[in-house]
């Protein structure tokens, strides 16, 4: 009786092992984190990089002014991001020319250190191409907005501006105030750090100044490749920005 048993036990054990062998076990796909990338106290977890412009934490804000003969300057996360939503407030004066670097790099084979990778554009000129993506050290512009005439109209100069990027896999898109603006595949950089540009300003004296509140960042799990997928944007550079 007992043999009889463990004979019908082993051959139960072994049907549930060969059932569950067939079965395709899923595990629950990771959560998207958010990651408060600025305290509103402090700097913590920022190195700044290139030129000496100024960056300083005042009333809840980033703010970044500038310094006569000096390159563009970046003040650089100290950690990686790869797909992540990048949301931000920023203030920026008429005359300075800023952006929000994503994907961004500083290695001793590239230039020296130079600053390089994607950069979403504020640009409060009459040019008015905040939003688009330039590919700053290195390509120049990969999707302006020379012939997206509701995207220019989005930014509103003298204002708080919100700035939304979405970067997943090889696609990098963007939203200023909400409105879409640049959609764009490009696969050169998969990673990097996100860093605030306050742009060089040659021999002038005055500073001119630009803020940054509110930046948070969301990580996102990495999407499986799909490598038939088509692009929806060029990646012809071009000189600029």
Request: proline residues 6%.
């Amino acid at each position: 009786m007992k043999r009889l048993a463990l004979a019908l036990f082993a051959a139960a054990l072994s049907q549930h092992a060969c059932s569950c062998t067939s079965r395709v076990i899923s595990c629950p796909a990771p959560e998207p984190t958010d990651i408060a990338l600025f305290s509103g106290q402090d700097l913590t977890g920022w190195i700044q990089r290139g030129g000496n412009a100024t960056y300083a934490v005042e009333d809840g804000c980033i703010v970044g002014r500038t310094a006569p003969n000096q390159p563009n300057s970046f003040l650089c996360t100290t950690g990686d991001y790869t797909d992540f939503v990048l949301t931000l407030e920023f203030k920026v004066d008429d005359a300075l020319n800023s952006g929000v670097q994503i994907r961004s790099r500083s290695t001793s084979d590239h230039e020296d250190g130079r600053v390089h990778g994607y950069q979403v554009e504020i640009d409060p000129s009459d040019r008015s191409w905040t939003g688009g993506i330039y590919d700053e050290g290195r390509r120049g512009w990969l999707d302006d907005l020379a012939d997206n005439e509701t995207a220019r109209a989005a930014f509103r100069r003298g204002e708080w501006n919100s700035m939304r990027v979405e970067a997943v896999g090889d696609r990098i898109r963007t939203w200023i105030n909400g409105v879409p603006c640049a959609d764009l595949r490009d696969d050169m950089t998969p990673s990097g750090f996100i860093a605030l540009q306050v742009h060089g300003v040659g021999s002038r004296t005055d500073p001119l100044e630009v803020r940054w509140r509110r930046i948070t960042l969301t990580h996102l799990p990495a999407e499986p490749a799909n490598p038939g997928a088509s692009p929806d944007a060029s990646t012809t550079p071009s000189n600029g920005g």
